[in-house]
């Protein structure tokens, strides 16, 4: 058990929807990224959070948004959704700027 | 930017059969080279860090070395257990976010 949480494990849904996947990162960790995999793009970081703030932000499309809120937990939301938008998502967390992340079991997204 | 490859995509071996996973990179500057393991709908699971040229990790049948250009991932007499997919990431001085390979898909066989 890595310490970061992720819901919903699983979630189905159609084009042009809107969803919410959220994080709880490990107790103490100010930092918080999230990654898409796809099978055949792998690990694409999207976006990272520290304390609240925005700080890298990666490929991320138009259409998603995230944010970091008081408690640390985050939210990644998806909107106007494609086929192309499913994969598995996943968040992170460590204590800094370190490469050594702890991943959540990840949100399974499936656009039909 | 970072780029990462990790080759072979796919690996299947027999119980016992030592071998060696690749992972090739091009970074400005490495802070840190990680090694990840991922099993089939999990989060990946952090192995190693390595930072400098020679370094090198052990960890039960698994151990990670660097080199100015590569690092390999050495699983020794591997067991069923050990199948999993091993993910590589850079992070570079340019940049603090971790740029991932594509991974290896080592299936070990009994």
């Known amino acids: 058990d890595s310490g970061v949480t992720q819901t919903p494990k699983h979630l189905i849904t159609a084009t042009g929807q809107r969803v919410t996947l959220r994080c709880s990162p490990r107790?103490?960790?100010?930092?918080v990224y999230w990654y898409q995999q796809s099978l055949d793009q792998g690990l694409q970081f999207l976006i990272q959070?520290?304390?609240?703030?925005?700080?890298a932000k990666g490929n991320i499309l138009e259409r998603f948004s995230a944010q970091q809120f008081p408690d640390l937990h985050s939210e990644l939301n998806l909107s106007s959704l494609e086929l192309g938008d499913s994969a598995l998502y996943f968040c992170?967390?460590?204590?800094?700027?370190?490469?050594?992340?702890?991943f959540g079991e990840g949100s399974r997204l499936t656009v039909l | 930017e970072d780029q990462v490859t990790q080759s072979p995509e796919a690996l299947r071996l027999q119980e016992g059969e030592s071998s060696s996973l690749n992972c090739s990179y091009t970074?400005?500057?490495?802070?840190?080279l990680f090694w990840y393991r991922q099993d089939p709908g999990k989060g990946p699971e952090f192995l190693f860090t390595l930072y400098s040229a020679g370094e090198e990790k052990e960890k039960e049948r698994l151990k990670a070395t660097l080199t100015k250009k590569e690092s390999f991932l050495h699983i020794t007499a591997p067991k069923p257990e050990d199948s999993a997919t091993y993910l590589c990431a850079v992070q570079s001085g340019g940049s603090y976010i971790p740029t991932f390979g594509r991974g290896t898909s080592l299936i070990v066989h009994p």
């Open positions: 992170a967390s460590s204590g800094g700027t370190g490469g050594e992340l702890f």
């Open positions: 107790s103490g960790d100010l930092s």
């Open positions: 959070y520290y304390n609240g703030e925005e700080r």
């Open positions: 970074v400005s500057g490495l802070r840190g």
